[in-house]
């Protein structure tokens, strides 16, 4: 689907949106400990078959990449009488059936499938599941912005034509590079992620390449008009380091939106104590972020970072997310009834490798406390319809400009 630009007013709110003060939960002292739970073991699901080595969409950028040696028996990259001109550190020589075949061997861990290249970098599996709550999560945000694929004003006074480059950074399934192809025919709109999961079949000005952008990008100076980044919390290591990149790679004039959430779920409801176990919850996973080198903390860093990388013009926009659908707005309520729904269905996916990895859990330990965290928006006390109270994840959307 094609999301369409409605008119909007710089200065002012979108009815879901909020200019307040991020809740007391950002005083709260983290404590990077992980609490334990009696064993449990739940469900796994099925997962997607890998794509064949003819894929139009694997394009590997290859910059400075280097492979495990470790791992040479689990992704052979040569056949027996490969040219020994070519050592073990390239991929020089190789067809595209197993440069395909090294990408799509995918790696499975505790019942779900993560990406291969660059392997670990990122704490989210692709499969099936995932991918789908990845596109739900994209209609989440055509509702909270009103139908927009970007508050960005790139294409000032409706002259689209002047758009010609577009980047989307962790395009995941390629759902918001195919609506802003669809959206701006004339610009070519690049993807990037680290799995090839997008569809087979997409706009003729819309492509994706296998990337990590954690790493120098290879894009030349001054390319694109408009870069966007959505949902790379827990992503990147340094976020100084990649916002650079993106101002090298912006043309001056040429803006970046960053859209992010919280990983906390907090209430304004004074009755909600310390102990509730969305707190629990909350310190857990931005505990874990910190532990890990890359934090969940960035929805209400970014514009901080985007000022201090130089970029001009900067507005943020705050949004609340309801968890179930406690609210008396039917905009609020619809988004929170799939917000509900994405957490319920997605705890595992987000938090599995984490848990396991940096949180140093077993599998059993790890899908107990995702049990609990699943009673927990179950459960209706956490929804007080009367006092018009509920818990919600808090949100921004950032956007700024690089001088002319």
């Known amino acids: 689907m094609s999301g369409g630009r409605n008119p909007r007013n710089d200065a002012g709110e979108l009815p879901i949106f909020s200019n307040t003060a991020p809740g007391n939960n950002d005083e709260m002292e983290i404590d990077s400990s992980v609490p334990t739970m009696p064993p449990t073991i739940l469900g796994t699901s099925s997962h997607s078959e890998p794509l064949n080595a003819t894929h139009p969409l694997l394009t590997l950028n290859l910059h400075h990449h280097t492979f495990d040696d470790t791992q040479s028996d689990q992704h052979?990259?040569?056949?027996?009488?490969?040219?020994s001109a070519y050592d073990?550190?390239?991929?020089?020589?190789?067809?595209?059936?197993?440069?395909?075949?090294?990408?799509?061997?995918?790696?499975?861990?505790?019942?779900?499938?993560?990406?291969?290249?660059?392997?670990?970098?990122?704490?989210?599996?692709?499969d099936d599941r995932q991918n789908e709550l990845v596109d739900l999560a994209h209609h989440m945000y055509l509702i909270t912005l009103d139908g927009n694929l970007h508050l960005a004003p790139i294409g000032e006074g409706g002259v689209r034509g002047n758009v010609h480059e577009i980047l989307d950074i962790g395009t995941g399934t390629g759902i918001w590079a195919i609506d802003m192809a669809?959206?701006?025919?004339?610009?070519r709109v690049t993807g990037t992620d680290l799995s090839p999961i997008q569809p087979d079949f997409v706009p003729p000005n819309c492509s994706f390449e296998i990337d990590d952008v954690t790493l120098e990008w290879t894009f030349p100076d001054d390319r694109f008009d408009f870069i966007h980044i959505r949902e790379m919390f827990g992503c990147i290591p340094d976020w100084d380091f990649f916002l650079q990149q993106a101002w090298r790679c912006l043309k001056p004039g040429g803006w970046v939106e960053i859209v992010e959430h919280s990983v906390w779920p907090v209430s304004d409801d004074p009755r909600v104590g310390p102990d509730h176990f969305y707190n629990t919850w909350g310190t857990t996973v931005e505990g874990l972020g910190e532990r890990w080198g890359k934090t969940f903390r960035i929805?209400?860093?970014?514009r901080d970072k985007v000022v201090e990388a130089g970029f001009t013009e900067v507005v943020e926009r705050r949004f609340k997310w309801p968890i179930g659908g406690w609210h008396h707005d039917p905009k609020m309520r619809e988004v929170g009834m799939w917000n509900q729904l994405r957490m319920m269905d997605g705890v595992e996916g987000f938090m599995l490798r984490l848990l396991t990895g940096p949180g140093g859990m077993s599998i059993h330990t790890a899908q107990a406390f995702l049990g609990r965290m699943r009673e927990e928006l179950r459960n209706p006390s956490n929804q007080s319809y009367q006092a018009g109270y509920g818990f919600y994840l808090d949100g921004s959307v950032v956007y700024a400009r690089k001088p002319l």
Do not use: K, V
């Open 182 to 187: 669809d959206e701006y025919p004339s610009a």
């Open 88 to 126: 073990s550190a390239s991929l020089l020589g190789d067809d595209t059936d197993t440069l395909a075949s090294f990408i799509t061997d995918y790696r499975y861990e505790n019942g779900r499938r993560y990406h291969s290249f660059r392997d670990g970098a990122y704490w989210g599996p692709n």
């Open 299 to 302: 929805w209400r860093q970014s």
């Open 76 to 83: 052979s990259l040569y056949t027996e009488d490969h040219d």
